[in-house]
């Protein structure tokens, strides 16, 4: 069982930054493939970012490619999401979720795991 808990949310003007965080307990976070996930509102939620359990493997939607950056670390059962060049159309309720198979993967129905989301608001 893996328990996740975002922070990092917040408002931020368009073109700044911003860092999720995902703390992940249990003892097997490290064999996990993670992954960020967002939906605006009156959208489904969409693939964002993921890394494998080494993380030696990353993934972007286009959307976001070259301005997020997944990263984690093992020693702390974290795993980030960097956000830079933040855009009106970044605001979302950002998600983290675990994957027991380990392998960095964009699908949905692969996570085992979630958590309650991190508002993420990009004012214009």
């Known amino acids: 069982q893996v328990q996740l808990v975002e922070s990092g949310g917040g408002l931020v003007q368009a073109g700044g930054s911003l860092r999720l965080s995902c703390a992940a307990s249990g003892r097997t976070f490290s064999s996990y493939s993670m992954g960020w996930f967002r939906q605006a509102p009156g959208k489904e939620r969409e693939f964002v970012a993921t890394?494998?359990?080494?993380?030696?493997?990353?993934y972007y939607a286009d959307s976001v490619k070259g301005r997020f950056t997944i990263s984690r670390d093992n020693a702390k059962n974290t795993v980030y999401l960097q956000m830079n060049s933040l855009k009106p159309e970044d605001t979302a309720v950002y998600y983290c979720?675990?994957?027991?198979?380990?392998?960095?993967?964009?699908?949905?129905?692969?996570?085992?795991?979630w958590g309650q989301g991190t508002q993420v608001t990009v004012s214009s």
């Open positions: 890394i494998s359990w080494s993380g030696s493997s990353t």
């Open positions: 979720a675990a994957d027991s198979f380990g392998k960095a993967t964009s699908a949905e129905y692969e996570y085992d795991y």
